[in-house]
């Protein structure tokens, strides 16, 4: 019973973090209709302006979040306004021209980092990495609470400004529908560009949370790309909320699987879950709850 | 008309003659490689460019023609040539389940299935150690010693994948394809059975990917996982072929194989040994940029956009003279 509570706690703490990667999806999805596959190389980026704060001025990883965050948001900026936007008024057979171009975008900043840090396995060592605390058997682990309790207070401060602001009004009208919202004043094109740039500073902040944790290279990105996409299917395309309940049951999901199934298999029942949802649930959690 | 059959011939013809003509074994490797890449871009373009499917994880049916072709000699002891006759037809297998689940898609949601389904199938050739020797891989030793085989072989398959794509794009299926990348609502309006064709075209697709996958195993001799099943360097290779091409042409696939197996090889031997070592680890960044520059200013490739780039020419030389 203890492992099984013990696994529980594991897989919601790093649920919480995989919460903050999907929701910076979600609403890049929601608001432009495709689907991010440089996220998670975004994320690697984050983790490696990180470990260079860390590295040359020991900065703190939970401090190099106001660092990251904001040039994480600054690069999504930039990628939508001159990469992706200018694709809509290419002529082209394929509609999916902009998730490929996510791809090449995903790619190129790989190799960059490749090329600057070489292939080799980076680590921010600090003395809370390995701490933990225990109440009554079951540990928990200090890093992964702190990121927990970082990814619910950034999550409330999304909801805050997505409800109550004008400007998160307007990017869920766009979301809505984005000629209705261009026709009542919205400059939807400069709500995409806020929208991506959004979306990468969250997954930079889910960098620099994870970053005590985990090892850091290159090829980091890719599998961080599909658990994202794999918690906007399970929560519902475009559900805020659907992307928070995801992240949190792919991290029980995974942290079960590791623990019953064997370790090999962990990445595997995220993938399993995915195609089961399509199956059985298509639309995702949010058809349950009908929010 | 005409004068294209004319062109086809003769440049058949040539590539027929080459390896009697150039000895080199490493031009022949290179040349072999191309077919490979010729047979999965061009399948890849049926279903994506033609059907408008667009598949990120077409690694999943290559893997498994070459996992077909290898298990066949590790577990039951036959030659991996039977992989050739079984390797598509296993593949067709896999894909059927594939589409059963992709399909419920659309668009990118389908894209991004199938690239999750590429992962699940290299996960489970890495953990399923009993029948696919994980990461170990398998080895074989391959028949022949000459690639003279290999070459004439690999050629009548890339060239039997052009022409039955050629002639399934010219008879009804070929237009259903189309109207279901046009516009699937209207095609299904119309009494086309969207999902059956769709099914058709990943099916057929599929094949020659395995196909490809089990001549693949015959010829390198090797294989693991993370070489068959990869995502970068089988999945997103296959795209950038066909884009880099041209998405629903014919030849498009077979000028993208050249381009891009010519550029990487290009990287990887630093320019033929003439750049310095470090340009050999670019070639993936180079990879990147060239899928930036295509979609952004040739989104319909190289033959798709023929006209643009010649009269681009055209105009330089107008204006030097």
Redesign the interface.
Known sequence: MAVFIQTMVAGVLIGGVYSLIGIGMTLIMGVM???N?AHGQLMMVSMYITYVLYHYLHLDPYVSLFIAMPALFFLGCLLQKY?LN??IK????????Q???T??????L???A??IFTSDYKAVKTPYSSAAFFIGSISFSVPMCIAFLIALLFTAILFWFLLKTDLGRAIRATAQDKEAATLMGIDSEKITIITFGIGSALVASAGCLLMPIFYLFPDIG?PFT?KA??IT?LGG?GSTVGAIVGGVVLGIAESLGATYI?M??K??VG??I??LV??FL?GGLKRLTKI | MKKGNLTVGIFALLLLLFPLVVRSSYYQHLLIIIFIWVIIGSSWNLLAGYAGQVSFGHAIFFGVGAYTAGILVTKLGVSAWWGMLLGGFIAMAVALFVGWVCFRLRGPYFALATLAGGEIFRLIAINWESLTEGMVGILIIPTFKSKLPYYYLSFGLAAACILAIHLIMRSKWGYYFVSIREDQDAAESMGINTNRYKNIALLVSAFFTGLAGAFYMNYMGFIDPDVVFSLHYISIMAILVGIVGGVATIMGPAVGAVVMVGLQETFRSSFFGLAPQWVSEGHAIVFGLLVIFVIMFMANGIVGDWNKISRLFWRRKAVRT
């Open positions: 209709g495709i689907i596959l990469f200018p694709l290419v002529d082209s057979v394929l509609p999916e021209n998730v490929l171009m791809v090449g975008i995903g790619i190129v790989t190799e960059i490749r090329f890719g599909l996409f794999v299917i395309l064997g090999g298999y990445e595997m993938f399993v995915f195609v399509l199956v298509p």
